[in-house]
């Protein structure tokens, strides 16, 4: 049952959206609220009026453009495909597995890189794993003429050697900074994996969502919002292991690298 003078934890529950957009509309003086008694209070008819009005329009509501420019182009605007494959938990706990049997097949190889049709047998739906990480510079692609070479960096010899997952995940964090530190977004081709986990933190810590819809890249009729969602979801849980000093460091770095 919906009250007539409002906390922010209702307005919240009945706006349907995090907390933290609701201060900035307040910071902003965007809606209205009454804060006579130290926290801020929202009578229903005042917030049922306000969203009949609609905001000035020359004061747009905090967050609502989320394309935001990464190395001044939009974010959306990259191709950010991504695998229903690796959707989830269980599909990405298995890539340091892959990552240790592609190690231990390149170790074994005269030429020291692998080729596509060689990684065929390590797990199923390789293609995927193999793009993953070389988006995640786990491994370099390399193009010698028509073929392509694989070769294993030393971010895929440190999880080889790591005793955990927190040292599996600083590996590949480790690996995604060197990336951006160097500006190979876009080397040798468009890393849609390093994009998307910027843009999810990016949307987590302007407290805008993330959401499914926000994921969405104007009506493409490949968009598939919901499968970008939750493939990036899964990746940064993976990666951050739920750890938010970590995230909100390493994401503070980075947009220190980028602006």
Known sequence: MTRELMTLEDLSDYLQ?????????????????????????????????????????DQPLPGDDTNYPYRGKPVLDYKLACSIVLVGNTPLERLPGFIRDAWELAENSQNGFLLRKEFTPLIVNFNDYLRLSCQLGLID????????????????????????????REAIRESVWDIVKNKKEELPQERHAV?????????????????????DKGGEANSYPKI?????????????????????QFFSGWEKIIS
């Open 195 to 215: 994009f998307l986990i910027w843009y999810y933190l990016k949307l987590k810590k302007n407290g805008v969502g993330p959401a499914v819809h926000l994921f």
């Open 228 to 248: 970008r969602f939750d493939y990036t979801k899964g990746l940064c849980d993976f990666i951050f292991g739920g750890d938010e000093a970590v995230e909100d």
């Open 17 to 57: 959206v995090p907390e933290s957009r609701i201060k900035r509309l307040i910071e902003s003086g965007q809606i209205p609220h009454h804060d006579t008694l130290g926290t801020p209070r929202f009578f229903l008819a005042e917030i049922d009026a306000w969203i009949k009005d609609g905001p000035q329009k």
């Open 141 to 168: 692609n390399v193009r010698v003429g028509k073929t392509a070479e694989y070769y294993l960096t030393d971010y895929a010899r440190q999880i080889c050697a790591a005793k955990s997952k927190s040292e599996v």
